[in-house]
């Protein structure tokens, strides 16, 4: 029996204190993302969600756009190409006039030791997840500047640790909050914050599916999470609100961990030293692994 609890952002901040402000999400098509955006547009701002799947990010603009009564537009564009990541920037210039929030959260994941990782394989996850941060920081920048906004990337907390099978991401996210970091730095005397989200286990989300062995919910997450529950997505919403708002104007530079406290007692939740000397053992245990 659980003894902790997510709860909706809207019992817990006032409503419209992002009235009047804008949005710009890479990956809020689904997951985190979607509920990160949805969570700010409840709180008043307008969104434009950007990824590659054009149909689906029309339908969760549409979505968003009905459960919350704030506008949402989708601009179509993998973060690895400048030239659509501009497009879209400009793309939400022209709708809305001004960007106030940035969200880096495109990202790319699966299991793969590095025996069997490809050259190929590493640079595409370092392409999504790092250059296509910097990517969307270099194109929104000069706008952040002029609403002295704030970025928030969704990172994740492996790199902490030496995890296996994800050699490529922990190198990914490591560079990613280093990013933050500098931005924080550079832009802060602008008026500009610049933070880090670092998700755990969170349920229903395609980095949990592909990493979190099946059936973990009752057997695994309650003996890895000292609040012995999943994450659930409104969770990092709520931390989303929290490093956008007035309450978080001297926050900079930070990285705010929202994983019921895994970190502290991570192992690895695949079996150890089994998995890496025989990877062939993992694929059962795994949704959507090619090992
Ligand atoms: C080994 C794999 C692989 C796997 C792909 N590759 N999947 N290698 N195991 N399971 C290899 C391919 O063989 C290829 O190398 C190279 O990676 C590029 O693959 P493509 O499919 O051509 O790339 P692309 O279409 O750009 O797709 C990118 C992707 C894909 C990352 C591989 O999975 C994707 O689009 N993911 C987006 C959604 C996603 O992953 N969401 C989860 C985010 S969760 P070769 O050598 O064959 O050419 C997350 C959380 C992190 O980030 C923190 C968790 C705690």
Known sequence: MPVNKAHPSTSVFKDNIFNGQVV???????????????TLMRHGADAVIVGRDAKGLAESAAALQK?????????????????????????????????????????????????????????????????????TVKATLPHVRKTQGAYLHISATLHYRGVPYQAHVGAAKAAVDALSQVIAVEEGPRGVRSNVVAPGPIANTEGTLRLVPKGSETDIIPRIVPLARFGETIDIGNAA???????????????????????????????????????????????????
């Open 67 to 135: 459960s919350t009564g704030k506008r949402c537009i989708a601009a179509s564009a993998d973060v690895r190409k400048v030239d659509q990541i501009r497009a879209a920037v400009d793309k939400a210039i022209e709708a809305f006039g001004r960007i106030d929030f940035v969200v880096c959260g495109a990202a790319g994941n699966f299991l793969a030791p590095i025996s069997a990782l490809s050259e190929n394989a590493f640079r595409t996850v370092i392409e999504i997840d790092t250059l296509g941060t910097y990517n």
């Open 241 to 291: 609100v929290y490093l956008f708002s007035p309450a978080a104007s001297y926050v900079s530079g930070s990285v705010l961990v929202v994983d019921g406290g895994e970190m502290h007692i991570r192992g690895t939740s695949l079996p150890y030293p089994e998995s890496v000397l025989d990877p062939e053992s993992t694929k059962k245990l795994v949704v959507g692994s090619k090992l």
């Open 24 to 38: 710009f999400i890479t990956g809020g098509r689904s997951g985190i993302g979607y509920t990160v955006v949805e």
